[in-house]
């Protein structure tokens, strides 16, 4: 076995993260590790990385016990992490980020040619001189990869590695993992995506609440199995609202143009949304649905055309601890933020107050509606799992009874049941008749979510037909085959 | 509660571990270190006197500047420059003062004070137009205008406002209408009485006002409190500096009006920045601040008599201050290392 834990368990105050765990990544094989929100996936993978030490359990390498004292003891024992979001210095080039990581002298002639030689070792072409900054987030997963492997890792952790990924360099990322055991290496994979475990892995680890309730060879699992070990019991999906097609029309925009933060931005869009609508858009980041949902949330202004939108609107932003909630407050601090100043627990008109027992009480009722998982209202929002962050933050968005709802990658690093739920409450809104505008960079969702689907390619709007497949939504979003693409 | 107390006893042991060391300073450099003490105790505390006329008086514009410091900074903006709008609030409210014979002091009074609070926002009000037209840094513009203002008092008291017999450089004196009355028979001022209002006026804008949470929402999560759509952070943050060098400016009225009765050159010693350590201190929470405010104070009051009665430099008093600041941050920085350790790692977070 290349890494093995044995019997690791660990608590964060009066929480218990992980629960006597085992876990092992052997030579060739990828192994996947399933598991809900505050599961203890990410747990174990920093307690794996020396990010976090174990309070009990052993953590070996070649079966010879080590105790790692930080991620670069990790490194230096053969074992890489790619993070999900991208830990590089943005205004360093390519090779000054794998230096820094890797701890190369940085005399620009050598570092590059040895640069260059690491990414045609491992086949991922990257040109060492591009600063950080300029890479697509696919580039940027890529050179986490190399920094991981640049000190002769034998381990590679990747956590939710295609949550940032279109579908085609998903496929491109395990071709690389292939290669990477048919070498000898050894990889755990930590995902959400069933289908990606059942594709890819040679062993699939649940985690339930901190322990492990099922380890098996690939062989020997099904979906349906997998899903009950996941949750404890079948997926509850919401039944998809009937939409109303004759609602009155709450957001128009017609050749609408909005400035992008450096990039294209947006050059063309006209649509409609009725109430009762939920509508879906598709895109590779970077294509323009970020200033329309931005613009349609009243957060940035046009810069030419027409836009219409019905009040109130409720934003839900993609990054929940910097846009959307603040981590250093209470639960009860981010609704009062959120909801704003209409709601009944603001009070006086002069000087207006805050009614905290009031804000606190209806804090614990929509926690406990929308089954927020915490140590009570006056925890940090920063305490919570991302999972519970997202369902915290739907429901602010929620309590203000918005007609018109924005939501981006509202389930990006979800499990499937605290996904299947933001679902619930999305198509619930539309059912009551707001008008729902989402953008999910997983095609799978916009299909299944999306009453209709809007295309976003070069800046540009389109409404894919209806009843479009997965294959051709993929060509639409890279700009092949759509009716206005280039 | 049990933070607090905890918090307290920081503070307390910090004051005692600077007041150690400033006596093995002491002893090494020569002096007896215990006389000094004694002269420093019995200059702040020796005495009802002492401790009103002497400690309490000083309290007040570092009670005053510390709230304002802590109103700005909630809202995660720097205002160091509140020593230039103390002197700015001086010298509007010496030329009120100066101006206000034949007014009764209930016309006097909240005049002085009023223009004391308008030139201290008023001082305030370039850094303000230069941090949200161009997003020139508070920090430096505020800190900047000090040196201004110290030149414009320089200026008054050897020019426009320069006393009658054109001998000495200051103002002439305040009419007596124009000058506040004592409490309890002692020196201290009236002002006292005000900054403590200030402070409860402020913990309770903190505590319970939708526009004091928003200022913390802005300063704890500017990003968040902006999309969020409920706080227009230019509008705020101007708001919250205006009231900032407001503060720091009745600070320096009550100075003219309370202490003084003229202008002088050096009417500060140096409060404006002090006051940032009293804040800083008092973790920006109100009430704190008037306890960390005549601590410091005290230790102010204290090197006077030291410097008087032991023969001892007062600067050596600023070692208590610096190490006290210096103890409570490195405890600061020890508890959010241990908050750290004890916290849940985000699901998606990358350390």
Redesign the interface.
């Known amino acids: 076995m290349l890494l093995t834990l044995t019997g690791i368990s660990k608590s ?2 009066a ?1 218990q ?1 992980l629960r006597d765990v085992d876990l092992a990544v052997a030579a060739g094989e990828v192994h996947a590790v399933l598991g809900e ?2 599961a203890g ?3 174990l993978m ?1 307690i794996a990385d020396g ?2 030490p174990p309070d009990t359990g052993t953590v070996a390498v070649d079966g010879r016990p080590v105790r790692f004292r930080s ?1 670069r003891d990790a490194r230096g024992h053969g074992i890489g992490m790619v ?3 991208s ?1 590089a210095v943005p205004a360093f080039s390519v090779m000054e980020n794998i230096a820094l990581a890797a701890g190369w002298a940085v005399a620009p002639t050598r570092l590059r040619r040895r640069v260059e030689a690491l990414t045609e070792r491992l086949a991922l072409p990257l040109d060492p001189s591009l600063p950080a900054s300029t890479l697509s987030v696919s580039l940027k997963q890529r050179l986490e990869i190399i920094k991981a492997l640049a000190a002769e890792a034998r381990v590679l952790l990747l ?2 590695p295609t ?1 940032v990924l279109a579908p085609a360099e998903s496929e491109e990322l395990f071709r690389f993992v292939r290669r990477f055991t048919q070498g000898g290496g050894g990889v755990a994979l930590i995902t959400h995506k069933l289908e990606e475990a059942l594709a890819v892995a040679d062993r699939i680890t649940v985690l339930r609440r901190g322990a492990v309730v099922l380890s098996s060879p690939r062989s020997e699992v099904t979906a349906e199995g997998l899903t009950t070990a996941m949750i404890g019991g079948s997926l509850v999906v919401a039944p998809p609202a009937v939409p109303l097609r004759d609602g009155p029309v709450l957001v128009q925009c017609e050749g609408l143009e909005v400035r992008g933060d450096g990039g294209r931005g947006l050059r063309q869009a006209s649509c409609t949304i009725r109430g009762g609508e939920l509508v879906a858009v598709a895109g590779v980041e970077g294509n323009g649905q970020r200033e329309l949902l931005r613009a349609v949330a ?2 940035t202004r046009p810069f030419r055309g027409l836009l219409e939108v019905a009040r109130p609107v409720a ?1 839900v ?1 993609e990054d929940r ?9 209470t639960l009860t ?1 981010n609704v ?3 909801v ?2 209409a709601a009944s627990w ?1 009070t006086g008109r002069g ?4 009614d ?1 027992s009031a804000a606190r009480q209806r804090t614990a009722e929509l926690a406990d509606r929308f089954d927020v998982r915490s140590d009570g209202t006056e925890a940090t929002a ?6 519970n ?1 997202q369902k915290l933050l739907v429901a602010r968005a929620l309590e203000r009874r918005p007609r018109v709802l924005v939501a981006e990658n509202p389930t ?2 979800l499990d499937l049941q605290a996904t299947a739920e933001v679902h619930g409450r999305l198509h619930a809104a539309a059912a009551a008749g707001a008008a729902v505008l989402v953008y999910s960079n997983d095609l799978d969702e916009v299909l299944v979510l999306g009453d209709r689907v809007l295309v976003a390619a070069g800046g540009v709007i389109t409404e894919a037909p209806a009843g479009i497949d997965r294959v051709r939504l993929g060509a639409m979003i890279l700009g092949q085959g759509g009716p206005d693409a280039e | 509660m049990r933070s607090n107390l905890r918090a307290l006893g920081i503070g307390a042991a910090a004051l005692l571990i600077g007041l150690f060391l400033l006596a093995v300073g002491l002893e090494l450099a020569g002096y007896d270190a215990g006389a000094a003490l004694a002269a420093l105790w019995d200059g702040a505390f020796g005495s009802w006197r002492a401790f009103t006329g002497a400690t309490l008086v000083r309290a007040v514009p570092l009670i005053l500047i510390g709230l304002g410091f802590a109103l700005a900074l909630r809202g995660g903006a720097l205002n160091i420059g509140a020593e230039g709008q103390f002197y700015a609030g001086a010298i509007a409210a010496a030329w009120v003062g100066v101006h206000a014979g034949g007014w009764p002091a209930w016309v006097a009074l909240p005049a002085v004070a009023l223009a004391g609070l308008a030139a201290g926002a008023l001082w305030m009000l370039l850094p303000v137009i230069l941090k949200l037209r161009f997003g020139v840094l508070e920090v430096i513009t505020t800190l900047l205008l000090n040196f201004v203002a110290e030149a414009l008092v320089s200026f008054m008291v050897q020019g426009p406002m320069q006393e009658p017999s054109g001998i000495y450089p200051q103002s002439a004196p305040i009419v007596e209408a124009a000058r506040l009355p004592f409490l309890f028979g002692s020196r201290l001022h009236a002002g006292f009485v005000v900054a403590l209002l200030v402070a409860l006026a402020l913990a309770w804008v903190f505590a ?4 004091g ?2 200022l ?2 802005l300063g ?2 500017p ?3 902006e ?4 706080v227009r952070a230019g509008r705020m943050l101007a708001v919250a500096l205006l009231w900032s060098g407001a503060l720091a400016g009745l600070a320096g009225a009550f100075e003219v009006s309370g202490v003084s009765y003229a202008l002088y050159q050096n009417l500060s010693p140096g409060y404006g920045f002090t006051a940032i350590g009293v804040a800083l201190l008092a973790r920006l929470r109100p009430s704190a601040i008037v306890l960390t405010g005549v601590v410091f104070a005290a230790l102010e009051a204290g090197a006077g008599a030291m410097q008087r009665d032991a023969g001892i430099p007062a600067v050596a008093v600023y070692v208590v201050e610096g190490v006290v600041i210096l103890v409570l941050l490195l405890g600061d920085a020890a508890a959010r290392r241990q908050a750290s350790r ?10």
Do not use: C, Y
């Open positions: 964060f105050g929480v993260a929100n505050g996936k990410s747990t920093h990010l976090l991620a993070h999900q979001h830990t956590d939710e949550a009243g957060l934003f932003p601890t910097t846009e959307g909630l603040i981590p250093s407050m601090e009062v933020l959120g704003g100043r603001v000087v207006r107050r805050v905290w920063g305490s919570l799992s991302g999972g962050q990006r690093g | 319970r006002t939708w526009w949470f928003r913390r929402a704890e999560g990003r968040a409190a999309v969020s759509g409920r004890r916290a849940v790692p985000v699901v998606d977070g990358s350390p």
